[in-house]
């Protein structure tokens, strides 16, 4: 089995920050693309931002120069730091993984989200 589990959601003002947290659980043996997305009340599901295991970026253009992914593969963690947040941040934000298991076997595993919501 494998968890993650996500944190570090709150409330916020506008031009203020957050940093989540997404830490993985179970039968790791790697985590090659980690991903962050986010789903606001009444709104699909949109990519935030990725990084890969070698540590390479991107990122939605909506989110460019404010936020940043960053990983510590040692923890089978993945981190967004979020600077300048704006209303339209608000949302739940959900970690997600491509996960290779200690059995070999492989699958893309998702947390259950954590809220942030950007006051105005």
Request: proline share 2%; with cysteine; charged share 20%.
């Amino acid at each position: 089995q494998v968890q993650l589990a996500e944190s570090g959601g709150g409330l916020v003002q506008t031009g203020g920050s957050l940093r989540l947290s997404c830490a993985a659980s179970g039968s790791v043996l790697r985590i090659n693309a980690m991903r962050w997305h986010r789903q606001a009340p009444g709104k699909q599901r949109e990519l935030v931002a990725a990084i890969t295991i070698g540590g390479n970026t991107n990122y939605a253009d909506s989110v460019k120069g404010r936020f940043t992914i960053s990983r510590d593969n040692a923890k089978n963690t993945v981190y967004l730091e979020m600077n300048s947040l704006k209303p339209e941040d608000t949302g739940v934000y959900y970690c997600n993984g491509d996960v290779q298991k200690y059995d070999l076997g492989y699958g893309t595993y998702w947390g259950r989200g954590t809220q942030v919501t950007v006051s105005p």
